[in-house]
């Protein structure tokens, strides 16, 4: 794991560039008001349409500027799209096996959403005088008009598609490459790309201090636990990338945290909750390195497709 890679561009080219992409990231964000001077969107709809094609357009810049830097040998579409980890092939274990493994964390999340649902069924159940067509019929109906709440929801675009695909093509696909590029070990890189990551929130900091009734001790706090919470996410989606070669790995895994939120440790009367979260846990670091393993995820580790061959970490 201290595997040390050939330098093909200085460390502190592949820094410096790393910190302009962070900026490039959270600054273009602010453009419209600050340098387009456009006027105040009309709605919070409005605000994020604005913000996802602002962050569209910085990781677009991301991906032309760190190719140019980067030493790509051949310049086939699947070569290039294969530094990023872009790639068409192994997709069901790049999207299972990582999924599998990110829900073992939440282990007592899932139990909990389980109980409260069972209690919600029987409650219905109870009321409409046992278990009939009609009840089940309404559980659908329920279920599926959650899911077009979903899908009509700017917020959800934003958590679940917008925000992990734009952070994980910067932040994973565009850094990492770099910094192994650089000569930066990989143990170096997985708790160092993380720091731009968490960084890279602090542009919530105003936000959440005009929420909090302009209080830094609250907002910072908030802030504080967001930040701790992005660098233990950063440190796994950067090992899941090195470690697959996929961007698919740390991209569904992004999803599905934001989705789950923090995991639960516990639930008052439920302690079913807590041993499900500690046998989850202790799961997730059983199967962490043999259900990451390169091979499952490449053909040829020994020749894989990736720039300078991070598939080949073993």
Same mark, same amino acid.
């Given at each position: 794991?201290?595997?040390?890679?050939?330098?093909?561009?200085?460390?502190?080219?592949?820094?410096?560039?790393?910190? /302009?992409?962070?900026?490039?990231?959270?600054?273009? %964000?602010?453009?419209?008001?600050?340098?387009?001077?456009?006027?105040?969107?009309?709605?919070?709809?409005?605000? /994020?349409?604005?913000?996802?094609?602002?962050?569209?357009?910085?990781?677009?810049?991301?991906?032309?500027?760190?190719?140019?830097?980067?030493?790509?040998?051949?310049?086939?579409?699947?070569?290039?799209?294969?530094?990023?980890?872009?790639?068409?092939?192994?997709?069901?274990?790049?999207?299972?096996?990582?999924?599998?493994?990110?829900?073992?964390?939440?282990?007592?999340?899932?139990?909990?959403?389980?109980?409260?649902?069972?209690?919600?069924?029987?409650?219905?159940?109870?009321?409409?005088?046992?278990?009939?067509?009609?009840?089940?019929?309404?559980? %659908?109906?329920?279920?599926?008009?959650?899911?077009?709440?979903?899908?009509?929801?700017?917020?959800?675009?934003?958590?679940?598609?917008?925000?992990? /695909?734009?952070?994980?093509?910067?932040?994973?696909?565009?850094?990492?490459? +770099? %910094?192994?590029?650089?000569?930066?070990?990989?143990?170096?890189?997985?708790? +160092?790309?993380?720091?731009?990551?968490? %960084?890279?929130?602090?542009?919530?900091?105003?936000?959440?201090?005009?929420?909090?009734?302009?209080?830094?001790?609250?907002?910072?706090?908030?802030?504080?636990?967001?930040?701790?919470?992005?660098?233990?996410?950063?440190?796994?989606?950067?090992?899941?990338?090195?470690?697959?070669?996929?961007?698919?790995?740390?991209?569904?895994?992004?999803?599905?945290?934001?989705?789950?939120?923090?995991?639960?440790?516990?639930?008052?009367?439920?302690?079913?909750?807590?041993?499900?979260?500690?046998?989850?846990?202790?799961?997730?670091?059983?199967?962490?390195?043999?259900?990451?393993?390169?091979?499952?995820?490449?053909?040829?580790?020994?020749?894989?497709?990736?720039?300078?061959?991070?598939?080949?970490?073993?």
């Amino acid at each position: 794991m201290e595997q040390e890679t050939e330098a093909y561009v200085s460390k502190a080219a592949a820094l410096m560039a790393c910190v /302009l992409m962070t900026l490039s990231y959270v600054g273009i %964000l602010y453009a419209p008001t600050l340098i387009l001077r456009l006027p105040p969107p009309a709605s919070l709809k409005h605000y /994020l349409i604005r913000r996802f094609i602002c962050a569209a357009i910085s990781s677009i810049i991301s991906l032309i500027f760190s190719a140019l830097i980067l030493p790509i040998r051949s310049w086939e579409t699947s070569n290039v799209l294969g530094v990023y980890g872009i790639r068409a092939d192994h997709m069901w274990q790049a999207a299972v096996f990582p999924l599998f493994l990110t829900s073992l964390m939440y282990a007592g999340s899932m139990v909990l959403k389980s109980l409260l649902l069972l209690n919600s069924w029987t409650t219905d159940m109870n009321n409409s005088g046992g278990l009939s067509l009609g009840c089940i019929k309404i559980v %659908l109906w329920s279920l599926r008009a959650q899911m077009f709440a979903v899908a009509s929801n700017i917020l959800a675009w934003r958590n679940f598609v917008v925000a992990p /695909l734009t952070e994980e093509l910067v932040f994973r696909a565009c850094m990492i490459p +770099l %910094l192994l590029c650089g000569g930066f070990k990989i143990n170096t890189i997985i708790f +160092l790309c993380p720091v731009f990551f968490s %960084l890279a929130h602090l542009n919530h900091l105003m936000e959440i201090y005009s929420a909090q009734n302009f209080s830094l001790l609250k907002a910072s706090m908030i802030v504080g636990l967001q930040l701790g919470y992005t660098v233990v996410f950063g440190w796994y989606a950067s090992f899941l990338f090195i470690r697959t070669g996929h961007l698919a790995a740390p991209l569904i895994a992004h999803i599905f945290c934001n989705y789950m939120g923090l995991p639960v440790l516990f639930a008052r009367n439920r302690g079913l909750v807590s041993v499900a979260f500690v046998a989850g846990m202790v799961a997730f670091l059983w199967l962490l390195f043999p259900i990451t393993r390169p091979d499952l995820y490449n053909d040829r580790t020994n020749n894989c497709r990736c720039l300078h061959g991070y598939c080949s970490w073993n």
